[in-house]
């Protein structure tokens, strides 16, 4: 029976070194196992030469190892497993290794491979050129001129309707025609205007936006689109925007909300003239120099047209017809009294503001705030294509790699060895999913950090401070680790670095480094063209962005505020570092 022990032992032992072979770093544990047997080995030699020892109680003797055929198996499996089994198990975890980095750099490539491509498409059709593509659907970007003939579409009567084609069906839906549903569209719609069709560019329920946005939406555009506007009972008020120095692109838009309550209060359309800011290249056509460039009018191009011809005849001047800012006081514009012809909806706005850890429930301009979101809304209802594809152009630049990392992810063949046509799209695909927004990582936290000159109006704090309110939110939201950035100090992008925890994402512009710098020194330096893009795009990225931080104390994150609460936004709440000086 002993050798069949033996035997039983031997296996034992060989599968004990195979399992630790596979869990431990074999060369050691080996290693330190043979030198243990190996000593054994000599030491048992050694007695040999004087026949039996005997050492206490336990008898060493030549015969326990009288099977020298089976010694020498347990000793071949052993220097088996030493020489071939790590070595194989080392170059198999070696093999592994550089399998999974080749895989990895695989991936990477394919996916800074489908960035570029898709970045030649997008200066394709910022260009111009082609729109037709074989590539993978890009998430990210929209098809900016396909928008905007719809915004467009959205934006003007058919007819002699009262309202545009607005109906309860969403986006491009509204454009979806069947020879089978012809009459029963044309049915909706008038149905839709009878019964008081509200304006496509609010998102949300009621309770999500300040109170009677869409009503007051819906009122706005009806205002400013008589149905003739060559009616002796049309008046206007002509205006070009605000070009004082020293006056920032918020400054210029609370101008105008202040300018288009005058117009309700008085029944005159707000027709706006030159616009400095895109008096630049960017800009073409009748576009530039005007408003138009980035939203579509305030008002239809019959109009402006109108009001035009009248500003050349004295008689209109001398009765009122038409007036300009001219007409009013510095206090009238910024300060006037806010349309009532809704009521006084402010008085019951939902308390969703935290400053200092408390919600602010009211203060001494409720009216302002709630006005001041209604214009500001109306007056960047639709982007024209060219804000579009600034949009594009940015999301492009930020997330661009991560959505070619999610998409790759998401194809079943390995692109673009197996690229295969893409796939003709569909009636959903058209007109039902292309009224998602572009997709960005969610969700999506915005932070305006205003400091440099802003101190003379109001209280500056450090960035550290708008972090501690981003981490307030990420508490409740643990899923939140993405920040879209926006600044004019290089100093705060540089402390993005020891917030590892955090995804930073920001235009790439030159900042101010020093602090003493005005702004309008810093925008001069900048160009006038980008001095306008780039806050554009931080400004509707954060009307857009799940969760905002910001400071009420500057125009800027004010009218942040406003844009979100008219679209969709109210519930997701609003941290402020510091409060409007003038509460």
């Known amino acids: 029976m002993e050798p069949l022990n033996q035997k039983s032992i031997e296996r034992v032992v060989s599968q004990k070194a195979l399992q630790m072979g596979s869990s431990f770093p074999c060369q050691i544990c080996v290693v330190g196992f043979l030198c243990g047997v190996c000593l054994t080995s000599l030491f048992l030699a050694a007695l040999t030469s004087f026949?039996?020892?005997?050492?206490?109680?336990?008898?060493?003797?030549?015969?326990?190892?009288?099977?020298?055929?089976?010694?020498?198996?347990?000793?071949?499996?052993?220097?088996?497993?030493?020489?071939?089994?790590?070595?194989?198990?080392?170059?198999?975890?070696?093999?592994?290794?550089?399998?999974?980095?080749s895989r990895e750099r695989d991936n990477e490539e394919r996916v800074s491979l489908l960035y570029s491509a898709w970045s030649a498409e997008l200066n394709e059709s910022t260009s111009g050129g082609k729109e037709g593509s074989s590539l993978p659907n890009a998430p990210h970007l929209e098809n900016c001129k396909v928008k905007t003939e719809l915004y467009e579409y959205l934006d003007k009567r058919t007819g002699t309707d009262v309202f545009p084609p607005w109906t309860t069906w969403k986006g491009s839906l509204q454009t979806f025609s069947v020879a089978a549903f012809n009459e029963q569209m044309q049915k909706l719609r008038h149905e839709a205007a009878s019964e008081g069709a509200y304006p496509p560019w609010i998102a949300g329920s009621d309770e999500e936006n300040y109170p009677m946005t869409r009503k007051v939406q819906r009122d706005l555009w009806i205002h400013q689109h008589p149905l003739n506007c060559s009616s002796p009972d049309v008046k206007f008020l002509l205006t070009d925007w605000e070009r004082l120095p020293g006056f920032g692109i918020g400054a210029q838009i609370v101008g105008m909300t202040g300018l288009l309550a005058i117009a309700i209060n008085e029944k005159r359309v707000l027709v706006t003239n030159y616009y400095n800011r895109a008096h630049h290249g960017g800009c073409k056509g009748s576009s530039r120099s005007s408003w138009s460039c980035y939203f579509l009018p305030e008002t239809s191009r019959e109009c402006r047209q109108r009001a035009f011809e009248l500003i050349k005849s004295e008689e209109a001047w001398r009765k009122g017809i038409v007036t300009s800012k001219e007409n009013y006081t510095s206090k009238h514009i910024w300060a006037g009294p806010t349309p009532r012809k809704w009521g006084l909806p402010w008085n019951y706005l939902q308390p969703t503001t935290d400053l200092n850890g408390t919600l602010l429930a009211s203060h001494r301009?409720?009216?302002?705030?709630?006005?001041?979101?209604?214009?500001?809304?109306?007056?960047?209802?639709?982007?024209?294509?060219?804000?579009?594809?600034?949009?594009?152009?940015?999301?492009?630049?930020?997330?661009?790699?991560?959505?070619?990392?999610?998409?790759?992810?998401?194809?079943?063949?390995?692109?673009?060895?197996?690229?295969?046509?893409?796939?003709?799209?569909?009636?959903?695909?058209?007109?039902?999913?292309?009224?998602?927004?572009?997709?960005?990582?969610?969700?999506?936290?915005?932070?305006?950090?205003?400091?440099?000159?802003?101190?003379?109006?109001?209280?500056?704090?450090?960035?550290?401070?708008?972090?501690?309110?981003?981490?307030?939110?990420?508490?409740?939201?643990?899923?939140?680790?993405?920040?879209?950035?926006?600044?004019?100090?290089?100093?705060?992008?540089?402390?993005?670095?020891?917030?590892?925890?955090?995804?930073?994402?920001?235009?790439?512009?030159?900042?101010?480094?020093?602090?003493?710098?005005?702004?309008?020194?810093?925008?001069?330096?900048?160009?006038?063209?980008?001095?306008?893009?780039?806050?554009?795009?931080?400004?509707?990225?954060?009307?857009?962005?799940?969760?905002?931080?910001?400071?009420?104390?500057?125009?800027?994150?004010?009218?942040?505020?406003?844009?979100?609460?008219?679209?969709?936004?109210?519930?997701?709440?609003?941290?402020?570092?510091?409060?409007?000086?003038?509460?």
């Not at 109680?57 to 055929?69: D, E, G, K, Q, V």
Request: proline letters at 3%.
């Open 51 to 101: 026949g039996t020892f005997q050492f206490g109680p336990i008898l060493f003797s030549t015969m326990s190892m009288a099977n020298s055929s089976g010694n020498s198996t347990f000793s071949n499996d052993i220097s088996m497993i030493a020489r071939s089994d790590c070595h194989f198990k080392l170059k198999e975890t070696d093999r592994l290794w550089d399998s999974g980095s």
């Open 365 to 583: 301009k409720m009216d302002r705030r709630w006005w001041r979101a209604q214009a500001v809304r109306y007056l960047m209802r639709f982007p024209t294509e060219y804000t579009c594809n600034l949009m594009n152009e940015a999301r492009h630049a930020s997330f661009g790699k991560l959505a070619a990392k999610v998409v790759l992810e998401s194809l079943a063949g390995d692109w673009p060895k197996e690229n295969s046509a893409k796939a003709r799209s569909s009636d959903i695909d058209e007109y039902v999913w292309s009224n998602q927004k572009p997709w960005v990582p969610r969700p999506l936290l915005s932070m305006h950090v205003r400091m440099g000159d802003k101190a003379c109006e109001m209280k500056v704090v450090g960035f550290e401070e708008y972090m501690q309110l981003a981490d307030r939110i990420r508490r409740h939201f643990p899923h939140l680790n993405s920040i879209w950035l926006s600044t004019e100090m290089q100093e705060v992008i540089e402390k993005t670095r020891e917030y590892s925890h955090w995804n930073f994402y920001y235009t790439k512009v030159r900042r101010q480094v020093k602090s003493n710098m005005s702004m309008a020194e810093y925008e001069g330096s900048l160009g006038r063209e980008t001095s306008t893009n780039y806050p554009l795009v931080n400004f509707l990225m954060a009307t857009d962005s799940d969760f905002y931080v910001g400071a009420l104390g500057s125009s800027w994150s004010f009218l942040i505020d406003g844009m979100r609460n008219t679209g969709g936004k109210v519930m997701a709440g609003y941290l402020t570092v510091n409060k409007d000086r003038f509460w």
